[in-house]
C-alpha cells in the first residue's frame, strides 16, 4: 500500500486529532446509532479543548452520507485547527473505531483496510461496446463509471450461404474489433487514473476475447493482470450475483497471490543476508537511512511496543512527534515509512518473519 495520500499529514507540527469511525447506513437504526458514536467521540474531543469550530466540522464530515453501500469507515486527521486528512473506505474491517490526540496519527485501522482492499477495473462487454467501472470493494458501489457504444451496423452475421456473407460477416467483425479497441483504449484510461490493482472482462464471449485481446495488444502494464470473467453480461437478465460471486473469488486469489509475493521476496532476500531487514531495531536503523522500499508489518506485534525518538534522527518527524522521548511503535513505523516514501505490506507474523520487516532499496 503507497502512503503517498497520508504523507502531507506528517508535514504539520502535530499534535493530531485521529478519529477513525463507522459511517455506513444499510440498518435502519444507522443514523441513531451514529448519532451516539458521535455523541461519545464529541465528548473526547471537548475534554482535549479544541475549538468547537473544528469539532462542528468533524461531526459534519461524519454525519454526511457517503452513499455507499455496507459497512464504511470514514478516517479523519486533524491538527489544533484543520482537518487535513479525509478518507472514506467501504468494506469490513475488524479493526476498533478511534477517537484519538497523540503527536502522531492513529493510522492502523485505516492502513488495514486500505491493504486488504485491491481496487479494480471490471469492464462488462458486448460487441457494440462496454460498461467499465471502478470499485474499491467486494461487492462495492462504483467510484467511477464510463460506457463505450462502438458501431453496430452489421453487427450480426449473415446466414450462411447469402450472396452477402463474406463481405457481411467480414464487416460485422471489423466493427467488433474496433470496438474492442475502443474500450481498451478507455480501460487505459482509466487504470491509469486509479492506479487500479486488476482488470476484469466479463461479458458475451466473443466481444470479451476481442477486449481482451485489445488490452494485450498495447500498454498491457497500465491494466495488468488482465482477468476473464465468464459470468455475467450487459444483456437484462444477465446474474449480478453469478458475476459479483466470481469477482470475489478472483480477488481473493490476487490477494493471497500478491501476500505469498511478497513473502517469497522477503525470503529470498534473507536467504542471500542482503536486501531485506527484520526485528524491529534494524528495521529502524533501515527507516533512518531511508533505505526501506517497503514496510512488512503484522500491527497486533506492535501494540504496546515503543521506539525511541532519537532512533529516527534521520526522519522529519512531525514538531509535537520530536518532542517526545518515546513514540509508540506502529504510529512511528508508519510516519517514518510515509515521510521516507516506502510503502507497507500487512503480513502475519510468520510471514513476516515476527511482525517487523522490511525490503530495503539497497543493502
Do not use: C
Not at 531485506?276 to 508489518?297: C, E, K, P
Amino acid at each position: 500500500m503507497r502512503l503517498d495520500t497520508v504523507k502531507p499529514v506528517f508535514e504539520h507540527d502535530g499534535p493530531f486529532v485521529t478519529v477513525y469511525a463507522e459511517v455506513g447506513r444499510d440498518t435502519e437504526d444507522a443514523v441513531s446509532q451514529l448519532e451516539a458514536r458521535w455523541t461519545t467521540i464529541s465528548h473526547e474531543l471537548e475534554s482535549a479543548e479544541l475549538s468547537s469550530e473544528l469539532i462542528a466540522e468533524i461531526g459534519r464530515r461524519l454525519k454526511e452520507n457517503t452513499h455507499l453501500s455496507g459497512e464504511v469507515r470514514r478516517t479523519l486527521l486533524a491538527t489544533s485547527d484543520e482537518i487535513v486528512f479525509d478518507d472514506v473506505q467501504p468494506g469490513y474491517t475488524h479493526w476498533p473505531e478511534v477517537a484519538d490526540i497523540a503527536s502522531l496519527p492513529q493510522l492502523a485501522g485505516w492502513i488495514a483496510a486500505g491493504d486488504a482492499a485491491r481496487s479494480f477495473l471490471l469492464v462488462v462487454a458486448d460487441r457494440v461496446g462496454a460498461d467499465l467501472s471502478i470499485h474499491r470493494a467486494v461487492p462495492g458501489p462504483a467510484t467511477e463509471e464510463a460506457s463505450v457504444e462502438g458501431e453496430d451496423f452489421y453487427i450480426t452475421k449473415v446466414a450462411e450461404g447469402d450472396w452477402a456473407q463474406k463481405q457481411y460477416q467480414r464487416t460485422a467483425e471489423n466493427n467488433w474489433v474496433r470496438n474492442a479497441r475502443l474500450v481498451a483504449e478507455e480501460a487505459r484510461g482509466l487504470a491509469r487514473r486509479h492506479g487500479t490493482r486488476a482488470t476484469l472482462v466479463a461479458g458475451e464471449t466473443r466481444a470479451r476475447a476481442e477486449v481482451l485481446r485489445a488490452l494485450r495488444e498495447e500498454d498491457e502494464a497500465a491494466v495488468a493482470p488482465v482477468i476473464e470473467i465468464e459470468s455475467g453480461g450487459r444483456a437484462a437478465g444477465s446474474s449480478d450475483t453469478a458475476l459479483w460471486g466470481e469477482i470475489r473469488a478472483v480477488m481473493t486469489r490476487l490477494e493471497g497471490e500478491s501476500d505469498a509475493e511478497v513473502g517469497a521476496q522477503l525470503d529470498e532476500a534473507l536467504g542471500r543476508g542482503e536486501g531485506a531487514a527484520t526485528g524491529l531495531n534494524d528495521v529502524v536503523d533501515a527507516l533512518a537511512q531511508s533505505r526501506v522500499d517497503r514496510l512488512v508489518l503484522d500491527l497486533t506485534e506492535l501494540e504496546g511496543r515503543t521506539i525511541a525518538t532519537e532512533r529516527l534522527e534521520g526522519v522529519p518527524l512531525p514538531a509535537a512527534a520530536q518532542a517526545e522521548t518515546e513514540l509508540p511503535a506502529d504510529r512511528a513505523l508508519v510516519a517514518a515509512a510515509a515521510l521516507t516514501g516506502a510503502s507497507v505490506t500487512l503480513l502475519s507474523s510468520e510471514m513476516s518473519h515476527g511482525g517487523v520487516a522490511a525490503l530495503l532499496r539497497w543493502a
